[in-house]
């Protein structure tokens, strides 16, 4: 090792900083000749750094003496196994347990899903060779499997009839009886004659996600327009919901407008979060404005909520929907000043169509 000192510490001792021994330091009056650096030595130290090669110098261990660096190493080397031992174990225990929650979603759910509803497997399991004609499972609900070529022309023929019908009585066999249907019908229709263009193919199917029992579709007609409804689907019959298919309502606007009912009306609406203030209905702190549109009108309605009720709440699915279709009951203030400005009394259905248990 060569390493240089002050020429004041001549003729003292000093320790080597590498082999730690006490060495004599020749003063100027020993005359001892100045240390030169070997040529070949020097040549061959270079060349053998510039090919990468790392040289080490370092002095010869006494017997027993280990570095410091050696002892170091060993130590890292054994902490880092510890650790790898440790992530190891951590990595199979997160394994199995993520392993152990799926498997007891999958085995403790009792639900199935909708495909599976639509494909004919049911709730005891079974291909669609286990529906009856009309995708009855046993005795717990139907379903329409859109493989089945049985069920399929059954569906085309009822709406082959339905679409065909030209008089609210030739289509009263393929609708839901509830109650005042055919009044209803006539009203809506202006008489009995009813104008629509005749069955042209099957689109889609889908079984509504509510109500088991029901089944929506979608068809062309021959003018190459969709017709979309809800059937209720059981074993023995299949019926038209139409007043979700109609969008039926127990007035139009242009009644609510004339009459201002301090009643309940019925409608079927899509409703939207609004910002109309105005009248008696004017304090936007109060009063939450929702828009009332019906594809049978050409303008929407005003509806109002007292701000954070529980119509409020519910309208709106807490925050988290602004586009719904629902069934409201509806009606004016006593001292109404404009048509399109209606109290909403509460929600009926979520969706347009009023099932059995409702």
Not at 155 to 180: C, I, Q
Request: aromatic residues 10%.
């Amino acid at each position: 090792m060569i390493f240089s000192l002050s020429q004041d510490l001549g003729g003292n001792g000093v320790t080597c900083p590498g082999c730690e021994h006490l060495l004599t330091v020749p003063s100027s009056a020993d005359k001892v000749s100045e240390l030169v650096v070997s040529k070949e030595k020097y040549v061959s130290h270079v060349t053998k750094g510039s090919m990468g090669e790392v040289v080490k110098y370092q002095r010869t261990l006494a017997e027993g003496e280990r570095h410091e660096w050696a002892d170091e190493s060993e130590v890292q080397r054994e902490s880092n196994e510890k650790s790898l031992k440790y992530v190891s174990l951590i990595t199979l225990f997160s394994l199995l347990l993520i392993g152990g929650l799926a498997y007891l979603l999958m085995s403790g759910s009792g639900s199935r899903s909708e495909e599976e509803m639509i494909a004919g497997k049911g709730k005891q399991g079974g291909d669609s060779s286990d529906l009856r004609l009309n995708g009855s499972v046993g005795n717990d609900f139907y379903v329409y499997d859109p493989k089945n070529e049985a069920q399929v022309e059954q569906l085309e023929d009822f709406l082959t009839g339905l679409l065909a019908s030209k008089t609210v009585d030739d289509m009263l066999p393929y609708v839901r009886p509830v109650e005042n249907i055919r009044e209803k019908m006539v009203k809506f229709y202006k008489g009995q004659a009813i104008s629509q263009s005749a069955f042209r193919s099957l689109s889609s199917t889908m079984k509504t996600a509510s109500s088991p029992g029901f089944l929506s579709f979608v068809c062309q007609t021959q003018d190459y327009s969709n017709s979309t409804g809800v059937l209720e689907y059981g074993e023995d019959e299949v019926l038209l919901d139409w007043e979700s298919y109609v969008a039926y309502c127990d007035m139009t606007w242009d009644e609510l407008a004339a009459k201002k009912p301090t009643t309940a009306v019925r409608v079927r609406v899509t409703a939207k979060r609004a910002y109309y203030y105005n009248n008696e209905f004017a304090d936007e702190h109060m009063w939450q404005a929702v828009s009332l549109i019906n594809p049978n009108e050409e303008d929407p309605i005003y509806g109002y909520v007292e701000k954070g009720s529980a119509t409020d709440q519910l309208l709106f699915n807490f925050g988290n929907s602004d586009n719904r279709r629902v069934i409201l009951d509806i009606y004016f203030p006593s001292d109404a000043k404009k048509g399109d400005q209606v109290f909403i009394e509460g929600i009926v259905q979520d969706g347009w169509v009023i099932t059995e248990e409702n």
